[in-house]
């Protein structure tokens, strides 16, 4: 499919970020882990016992927000939530590490389906301008 030259960047970020979330959605529908919930769940598969403070943190999103997901991951059988002094730390459970660990190498293999088009310095310069976008915006 050909685009116009005068489209701007949001409509492919756009096209981008829902064919991600349609490829994640199809391979992880057994575990019903919607695309929302799974960058929580790597964070915390990647940071054990971090709080949900730092979460929100790390992901910025509001702790409300973190909450509510963290519930869904907990009803889930996902992670638990340790109550230690004022904070909550967040532990995976073996079930939620299967799945965190499936999502990730799906992650892995939505990459290098994204680099078959490009050359190795188109697909790192493309992660810098998209990471200094990041870093801009936030």
């Given at each position: 499919?050909?685009?116009?030259d005068n489209i701007p960047t949001a409509p492919f970020i756009s096209i981008m970020y829902r064919e991600h979330?349609?490829?994640?959605?199809?391979?992880?529908?057994?575990?019903e882990l919607s695309f929302g919930l799974h960058p929580l769940l790597?964070?915390?598969y990647?940071?054990?016992?971090?709080?949900?403070?730092?979460?929100?943190?790390a992901l910025h999103l509001n702790e409300s927000t973190i909450a509510r997901?963290?519930?869904?991951l907990?009803?889930?059988?996902?992670?638990?939530?340790?109550?230690?002094?004022?904070?909550?730390?967040?532990k995976i459970t073996p079930k939620g590490g299967k799945i965190a660990q499936k999502v990730m190498d799906l992650d892995e293999m939505w990459d290098k389906k994204l680099k078959s088009n490009l050359t190795d310095e188109e697909y790192d310069n493309l992660l810098k301008t998209l990471r200094k976008i990041s870093e801009e915006l936030i």
């Open positions: 499919m050909a685009f116009d979330a349609k490829y994640i959605n199809d391979n992880v529908k057994e575990e790597i964070k915390i990647r940071n054990e016992g971090i709080s949900q403070e730092e979460l929100a943190e997901n963290l519930k869904k907990e009803d889930k059988g996902f992670i638990e939530r340790i109550k230690d002094k004022r904070k909550k730390i967040i």
